[in-house]
């Protein structure tokens, strides 16, 4: 069974700090994603990789970083925490698809992030 | 802006009912691929079903299958003999075969014992 994992369930900061967000996939992914999940707004994609130290914007960048320096490990940065950044945070990862093909994401249990 | 919509934010059905759930969304392309996850409460996100846009033939895993009407741009899930542990969000997305998924705003389905 693929296994993504999230450092943390729940997490508390105070505005301007540093955060930092884990997420480590067993299955040797190519691809790893971070979503941010809010009420009545679903699933947006923050960031995303499909290699190591590679990176791409998603829909919603503004305010994080993200860190792939091992293939497994997948970070999302909040350089300066804000209270509109409190949020439940998705990690998932899938591989590499091929033109013609689809691959499933697989989910981790999610960092739920509040920011006071 | 490529969307998906779901209409429904909540939705409830009694035990070992059928439900629908509604999605459509709006895509420029012609291939693409579309899913059904399921978020049970404090649980992952998991995979339920997922459909092929050039496949004519809907989808089925077990009590989960889909209406997939292309020209409507429509992808409607159906659970039969609905469970508790069916009792979770559900979130449409479509994949544009650039490997990101865009989500709908998911569906809160309640069972009724």
């Known amino acids: 069974d693929v296994k993504v994992t999230q450092s943390s369930r729940y997490l508390v900061k105070r505005t301007g700090e540093k955060v930092f967000l884990e997420c480590v996939q067993d299955m040797d992914h190519e691809n790893m994603f971070w979503y941010r999940q809010d009420p009545g707004l679903g699933l947006r994609l923050i960031y995303f990789s499909y290699d190591v130290k590679m990176k791409e914007k998603g829909d919603i960048p503004e305010g994080y970083s993200v860190s792939r320096e091992k293939k497994e490990r997948f970070s999302l940065i909040l350089e300066s925490a804000s209270t509109n950044q409190t949020s439940m945070y998705l990690c998932?990862?899938?591989?590499?698809?091929?033109?013609?093909?689809?691959?499933?994401?697989?989910f981790g249990p999610g960092t739920r992030l509040l920011v006071l | 802006a490529q969307t998906v919509t779901q209409s429904q934010p909540e939705m409830s059905v009694q035990e070992a009912e059928t439900v629908t759930l509604s999605c459509t969304y709006d895509t420029s392309e012609s291939d693409y691929y579309l899913f059904w996850y399921k978020q049970p409460p404090s649980r992952q996100m998991i995979l339920v079903i997922r459909?092929?846009?050039?496949?004519?033939q809907n989808a089925t895993e077990n009590r989960f299958s889909v209406n997939f009407q292309k020209a409507a741009k429509s992808f409607s899930l159906k659970i039969s003999d609905s469970q508790l542990g069916d009792a979770a969000m559900y979130f449409c997305?479509?994949?544009?075969?650039?490997?990101?998924?865009?989500f709908g705003t998911g569906t809160r389905l309640t069972i009724i014992p």
């Open positions: 998932a990862s899938s591989r590499l698809t091929y033109r013609g093909s689809q691959e499933t994401q697989y």
């Open positions: 459909q092929e846009a050039y496949k004519q």
């Open positions: 997305a479509y994949d544009l075969g650039n490997e990101k998924l865009t």
